[in-house]
């Protein structure tokens, strides 16, 4: 009662403490909602006629709560702080911006240019001041460091080859000389010995057999096999060739070793003896065999599960090892002796081999000086051919006519037999299970170091692992790019000054030297991949100029080694026997799905709706009859397979009726989709899936898993007549067919590649729609992604300034998405999750641009900006600037060249 009596009255009790104190806060809540209620204008107002009633000491109280307040939320650490510690906070920035920093307050410019900041820098990189600084002198070593960045010099690959020449030297006259009447005479003799033994071999030829096994490793049962007398007969007839080119060599006069390559290898007559015997399995001079296993090999864990217990297997990173480290692995492990065989288990395809990182093997690198001495220094730690030595490459080079130059150039320069697989199989790493090059031994190299069975489990999963892989990779690719360049730096500085003090860094100059060449040698990135482009074709100079009878010994090689005819049996064999497998998982597709759904269809229990099954069968099952034809077709050739027998016309006749791909690929989008939304809403389509995907009868496989295998298919095709036509005689009639074929086939296959492009950059364009907020709508025809740029963008407070005189200050962080015919502009945020250290980056929209309406203009740099550069479109323009010079310089060419294009169009 006395509240509501006091509540509208101007009356205050002075006497009654608590009344007072209650009708205070009373009118102090009904001013506070005036307060709220009052516009900007009457606020001020009113807080100036307050303000005025105020004594000086109530003045004083309110001016020292405003300053008490500022001073926690504004203040420069550097004035409250120890200068020491100011000076330990600066030194954890770099050189950009400690530059940057200066420019805040003179008495940040101070601490920022201190000696004892600057001259680890300078350290780092081996410069060092040329005089000693004076008491009262600072900012000398800033200077210093200045000077250094901007008169850095480096010389390209060719001018440092001008300069210092090359390992390569040529020879004196004399000596080509010689080489030359050698070669001439050598292969004279090679062909006048081959001429007079060819009727006396003629006899002892086995006749023409088709029945061929595939594989040793398969063991197949339907395919019969040469009988013991025939091929004792037939490694017969290939030693006597051998011990005839090898006592051919041996009649020559010995080269001498020139520029580190060996000498060919010559026999006693004792040794001539021993060609003739077949290798001893049980002999107990070399009983000692190695598998090197990459880690670039997918699941390669499990490779490593399936070597014998008897080899010594040696698992080597592929990414940061070189060849001279992986040979102190070989080393080793072999711990002195002498291998009677290595296998080298690593990536690669037909033409060269993913030994390490940035070293492809290939014809074109082969005799690079690094290369070729660790070829030469392998091949000493295992027996010669002789001995029954061999190196074992499990990868496809003996499917290829560059693979087989590779192999044949190993063994000249090594002096041991280097074997192959011929690639004759289908499948994700399924060609170390088919035959291999130059074989002469009881036991086939996959069974010399694996267990047949846990190598074929894990071959047989490859498909799966590699399509997860390339997902794995793309999606980490630009984080593990970023996570190198910041942690290389720091790691190999925290290294170099852990382990020496900065009195010997600063005392030796050959470790400062060490420093500046090791820096210069990391900014070049991917030198050495274009030098092997730029001397390509010097290599190729190099090996006609120092093996001419290359091209000869090379045909000779592949016709001691394999036998034409037979090595095509068996290519046509593993197609006919792939075509049937791809056959029968389209059949999977017909029966497990297609069957049971039209019959429940018939009966009035429809799982799917006749249109639904239209769309999602009708191609695949048309794509079933036309392949059944092809199958028929070649059964019925290979019945009545000769040597003069061809396949190339039934190729052409098959790649006259690819419309019915054509139309499956272009609807495979839409089967997918239709696929997906059947199963959200169509419960019995739903459990249907449930019952019969990833089966024994579908192969473990789901329905958009099975129809996959029609854009695999056409790989399989190209490899398989690839080496059909390896082992096709030049002026044998089917080869023009092969040719035409494989064009017609490559072709096509180009056409896939496009139609899965234009699919992904749609999914790209629907993933930046869905990250980017506030994003318009960016599916259009034709339009695709070229590059994102993050940059900073700046802010110029006087435009009346000249260039190289105006201050620009950082206000947002910008990500430039350039379309094919726009640019994106939109904002970047990062925001981190509580308790862990990663980030997630955000997207906001701000404007898009049309390329023809956008100018581009440079901002020469100062000393005040780097990196920056204008955008101006019709309505908006930003200024922005890039981290890096390099980074400006190839985000400029390629938006000019864009709208260049756009223009064009």
């Not at 040529?170 to 000389?177: A, Q, S, T």
């Not at 929209?845 to 309406?853: E, M, N």
Request: aromatic share 10%.
């Amino acid at each position: 009662m006395e509240s509501f009596h006091t509540r509208f009255s101007a009356w205050t009790p002075f006497s009654n403490k608590s009344l007072n104190r209650q009708l205070f806060q009373e009118r102090v809540a009904l001013i506070s909602h005036w307060f709220d209620l009052w516009t900007n204008k009457q606020r001020r107002e009113f807080l100036f006629t307050i303000f005025l009633r105020c004594t000086k000491s109530q003045l004083r109280f309110v001016q020292d709560c405003f300053s008490q307040r500022m001073q926690v939320a504004k203040v420069d650490f550097s004035t409250v702080l120890p200068r020491f510690i100011s000076l330990y906070i600066f030194s954890f920035l770099n050189p950009k911006d400690l530059c940057a920093a200066a420019q805040v307050s003179w008495s940040w410019k101070f601490l920022t240019e201190q000696d004892c900041l600057w001259r680890p820098k300078c350290i780092k990189f081996g410069w060092f001041l040329p005089y000693t600084p004076t008491d009262n002198e600072y900012g000398a070593w800033k200077h210093h460091y200045i000077a250094c960045v901007s008169n850095l010099d480096w010389l390209t690959p060719r001018e440092s080859t001008a300069v210092y020449g090359t390992l390569n030297e040529p020879k004196v006259g004399d000596e080509e000389l010689q080489e030359r009447q050698r070669e001439k005479c050598l292969r004279k003799l090679i062909w006048e010995k081959i001429g007079l033994r060819k009727k006396e071999l003629f006899k002892a030829r086995p006749p023409w057999v088709s029945g061929t096994c595939c594989s040793r490793l398969l063991k197949s049962k339907c395919q019969p096999r040469l009988s013991q007398t025939v091929r004792d007969r037939v490694g017969l007839h290939e030693a006597l060739e051998k011990q005839l080119v090898l006592a051919s060599l041996e009649a020559l006069p010995k080269r001498s070793n020139v520029s580190g390559s060996h000498s060919y290898p010559s026999l006693s007559k004792k040794n001539w003896r021993g060609v003739f015997k077949n290798y001893d399995c049980s002999s107990n001079a070399f009983q000692l065999h190695c598998i090197l296993i990459s880690s670039r090999i997918p699941a390669y864990e499990m490779v490593v599960d399936s070597v014998k217990v008897d080899v010594i297997s040696v698992v080597y990173e592929h990414c940061g090892i070189t060849l001279e480290g992986l040979l102190s692995l070989i080393e080793k492990a072999l711990d002195g002796r002498k291998a009677q065989s290595m296998g080298i288990f690593s990536d690669g395809d037909s033409r060269e081999i993913n030994l390490l990182q940035g070293y492809k093997i290939g014809i074109k690198n082969l005799l690079r000086p690094e290369v070729r001495d660790f070829w030469e220094k392998l091949g000493s730690y295992v027996a010669t051919e002789e001995e029954g030595g061999h190196v074992d490459l499990f990868v496809p080079l003996a499917a290829s006519e560059a693979g087989v130059e590779v192999l044949s150039q190993l063994s000249q320069l090594t002096g041991t037999l280097f074997t192959a697989p011929t690639g004759i199989a289908t499948g994700s790493y399924q060609h170390i299970l088919s035959d291999w090059l130059g074989q002469q031994w009881e036991k086939a190299p996959p069974s010399i170091y694996f267990i047949e069975s846990k190598l074929q489990t894990w071959s047989s999963l490859m498909d799966f692992l590699e399509d997860t892989l390339k997902s794995v990779r793309r999606q980490f690719s630009p984080f593990s790019k970023e996570l190198k360049k910041n942690i290389s730096g720091r790691v190999i500085g925290q290294l170099m000054f852990d382990m020496m003090s900065t009195i010997n860094i600063l005392n030796s100059q050959e470790i400062a030297q060490a420093l500046a060449d090791g820096l210069m040698e990391l900014s070049k990135e991917n030198s050495e991949g274009n030098d092997v482009e730029d001397n390509s074709k010097d290599t190729k100079s190099s090996l006609r100029k120092n093996d001419l009878n290359f091209e000869v010994l090379v045909k000779l090689e592949r016709k001691l080694q394999m036998d034409s005819a037979e090595k095509r049996t068996r290519v046509v064999r593993e197609l006919l026997l792939s075509e049937r497998k791809y056959v029968q998982m389209l059949e999977i597709v017909r029966d497990v799905y297609v069957t049971p759904m039209k019959a429940a269809l018939s009966s009035n229990r429809a799982i799917l709706s006749a249109a639904n099954i239209q769309i999602i069968f009708s191609d695949i099952l048309r794509i079933l009859s036309l392949n059944r034809q092809f199958l028929d077709n070649l059964r019925d050739r290979l019945q009545e397979w000769g040597p003069a027998h061809c396949v190339g016309e039934i190729f052409l006749k098959f790649g006259s009726q690819l419309n019915t791909y054509t139309n499956f690929f272009n609807n495979y989008p839409v089967v997918l989709k239709t696929i997906e939304k059947c199963r959200e809403m169509i419960p019995a389509f739903r459990a249907f899936l449930k019952r019969h995907d990833k089966t024994i009868i579908t192969k473990m496989l789901s329905l958009p898993e099975l129809l996959l295998y029609p854009s695999r298919r056409f790989e399989e095709y190209i490899h398989l007549l690839y080496a059909l036509r390896l082992h096709t005689p030049a002026e044998h009639i089917d080869r023009e067919d092969l040719t035409t074929a494989i064009d017609q086939i490559k072709q096509y296959k180009g056409y896939i590649d496009q139609v899965k492009q234009n699919i992904n950059q749609k999914d790209q364009l629907s993933d930046i729609q869905r990250t980017i907020w506030g994003c318009p709508t960016l599916s259009e025809v034709n339009r695709y992604l070229i590059r994102v740029q993050d940059v900073a963008q700046l802010h110029c407070s006087d435009e009346e300034i000249i260039f190289s005189l105006r201050r620009y200050e950082h206000i947002h962080d910008l990500s430039l998405f350039l379309f094919n015919d726009a640019l994106l502009v939109s904002s970047r945020g990062t925001s981190h999750t509580p308790f862990e250290r990663t980030s997630k980056t955000t997207y906001r929209f701000i404007a898009s641009v049309a390329l023809h309406r956008l100018l581009v203009g440079d901002i020469p740099d100062s000393k005040y900006t780097k990196n920056a550069f204008i955008l101006q479109g019709p309505k908006h323009g930003w200024i922005c600037a890039t981290e890096a010079e390099e980074d400006k310089f190839l985000w400029l060419s390629v938006l000019q060249n864009a709208i260049k294009s756009s223009v064009e169009k």
